[in-house]
Nanobody
Framework: QVQLVESGGGLVQVGGSLRLSCAAS????????MGWFRQAPGKEREFVAV????????YYADSVKGRFTISRDNAENTVYVQMNSLKPEDTAVYYC?????????????????WGQGTQVTVSS
């Protein structure tokens, strides 16, 4: 049974930082592209960042580029997103997702597995 478990969310002030983690089990982690998405209240789920299987290719949403960094540790079956210079508009539930295969995509329906999400709230 595949499980993706996010952690690291919480309440932070504007300009602060958080590091989210997503621990994967029940799958061959290194065979999966990993992505982070987020959903704010009343909004559609949106792409945040993606990393390829080897960890050497990343893409970011324009809204987070330069502030967020995605990384992965295939030995630990974990993907991270370091979030700096947080803004109120970053407030959302953050989800990690896994896509089987090598195709790097920002499209949510293309992902096979999803975590339950972790809340990030940025207060002003």
């Amino acid at each position: 049974q595949v499980q993706l478990v996010e952690s690291g969310g919480g309440l932070v002030q504007v300009g602060g930082s958080l590091r989210l983690s997503c621990a994967a089990s029940g799958l061959t982690f290194s065979s999966h592209v990993m992505g982070w998405f987020r959903q704010a209240p009343g909004k559609e789920r949106e792409f945040v960042a993606v990393i390829n299987r080897g960890g050497d290719t990343t893409y970011y949403a324009d809204s987070v580029k330069g502030r967020f960094t995605i990384s992965r540790d295939n030995a630990e079956n974990t993907v991270y997103v370091q979030m700096n210079s947080l803004k109120p508009e970053d407030t959302a539930v953050y989800y990690c997702a896994a896509r089987t295969g090598s195709t790097v995509t920002i499209t949510a329906p293309m992902y096979n597995y999803w975590g339950q999400g972790t809340q990030v709230t940025v207060s002003s």
